[in-house]
């Protein structure tokens, strides 16, 4: 008996008077009151209402009315800093993907394009769990994964008229940008990868190790002087190389493709990239580079460091990639990413841009997971030599 009040008391703290266990605890004093028998018997019925009491599902809070009170009342300062994008840009896209995102099941309240574009992108610009999600848009787990999938795909569906390499005069305009930018001709674009860390999958986890350690899927993407994206390619794992992460991508088969590259125009890479007329690499620093090499490896870093930018503004905008993807099924993670590319285009092209120092994000690049690249285009090494010497010296 003085055992079964002992636990009484110990649950009652525990609980912190909840009703349901008041009501419980009440329960089990009629029982040992009315039981004429001191033996074990009551206890256990004593203890398997606790125990019924403990499985008790708890409702997880949840914020009423934000998205039909708070959010119609931030200003637009305050809404950039939750959504990382002003007002009018989020009504813009959501008046491109509002008919996607409409959902007739018969018997099923559909949840409304507008707090479902809001929602995704809170997944997509915050760290945030989807519990603290759910919480605050007042949906369930599952309802608020399928939503945030859903808008990703509307987004992926826009990506081919928003993630375009650049045709008529469009050219011209880069061409200048790099050209006013670093004393570099007739560059198309700029040329990088970078990783984003998930958690470990649990297929064949140690494929997705990169040079740093963690687990990671590859995004290459080129950029025009803007630091908009011209091409962007997601979904190798970490551990691949720079060079074979390009091979497998449709770029390579860009190279040589005067449609692509007029005018005789290229990229620019790091020294992770084979040499190629249509893609120019800095000179090995070996020690021994003459002061024209120089100032073409200074001039070629002054355009290609508007990638490193546009990756820092990319994660620094959705900081979901700044942490971990926390995304299961890694065959969606590379939609996921492209989802964030259109967005940041849409936004560059709009002017809404951020401010802050991308010096501030850090990246993790693949510069010094070096393949053997040696093997280069006879071509490629000419048209390097003949700029370098056409380079209007810099100061180095």
Request: proline fraction near 4%; aromatic fraction near 8%; charge should be neutral.
């Amino acid at each position: 008996m003085e055992q079964a009040m002992e636990q009484e008391e110990q649950i009652i703290t525990h609980y912190n008077n909840r009703e349901i266990l008041t009501t419980a605890v009440v329960i089990i004093r009629e029982i040992i009151d009315s039981s004429s028998d001191s033996s074990s018997e009551s206890d256990d019925e004593e203890l398997k209402i606790i125990r019924d009491c403990r499985n008790v599902r708890r409702r997880v809070p949840r914020i009423l009315n934000y998205v039909s009170h708070i959010i119609p009342n931030l200003t637009k300062e305050e809404f950039k800093a939750h959504f990382r994008m002003l007002p009018e840009t989020f009504d813009y896209i959501l008046s491109c993907i509002e008919q996607r995102l409409k959902r007739v099941i018969p018997g099923t309240p559909m949840i409304d394009p507008r707090t479902q574009f809001l929602l995704a992108l809170w997944r997509l610009a915050t760290p945030d769990s989807f519990r603290s999600i759910c919480e605050r848009f007042n949906v369930g787990r599952s309802t608020a994964l399928y939503i945030t999938r859903r808008v990703v795909k509307a987004l992926n569906e826009l990506a081919p008229v928003v993630i375009k390499w650049p045709t008529g005069d469009r050219v011209n305009e880069v061409w200048a940008g790099f050209e006013n930018a670093s004393g570099f001709s007739k560059i198309i674009g700029a040329i990088d990868g970078t990783h984003i860390n998930i958690p470990a999958p649990k297929n064949n986890p140690e494929c997705y190790i990169n040079r740093k350690g963690h687990h990671s899927i590859q995004l290459q993407a080129i950029c025009d002087h803007k630091c908009q994206f011209i091409h962007c390619y997601a979904g190798h794992v970490g551990s691949v190389h720079d060079q074979r992460v390009f091979r497998q991508s449709e770029v390579q088969h860009y190279l040589g493709d005067v449609t692509k590259f007029p005018q005789d125009s290229h990229l620019v890479g790091d020294s992770a990239y084979k040499l190629h007329e249509n893609l120019l690499v800095p000179y090995r620093d070996n020690g021994h580079l003459t002061e024209r090499q120089r100032n073409y490896n200074f001039c070629h870093s002054s355009a290609r460091i508007v990638i490193e930018r546009a990756f820092g503004l990319l994660k620094g905008r959705f900081r979901w990639l700044l942490t971990t993807l926390a995304i299961d099924r890694t065959d969606l993670i590379p939609m996921h990413i492209l989802s964030c590319c259109v967005l940041h285009n849409i936004c560059l092209m709009r002017g809404d841009e951020l401010n802050f120092e991308t010096n501030d994000v850090e990246l993790i690049d693949i510069a010094d997971n070096v393949e053997n690249v040696s093997a280069v285009s006879n071509a490629g090494v000419a048209k390097r030599d003949l700029i370098c010497e056409r380079l209007r010296m810099r100061h180095v």
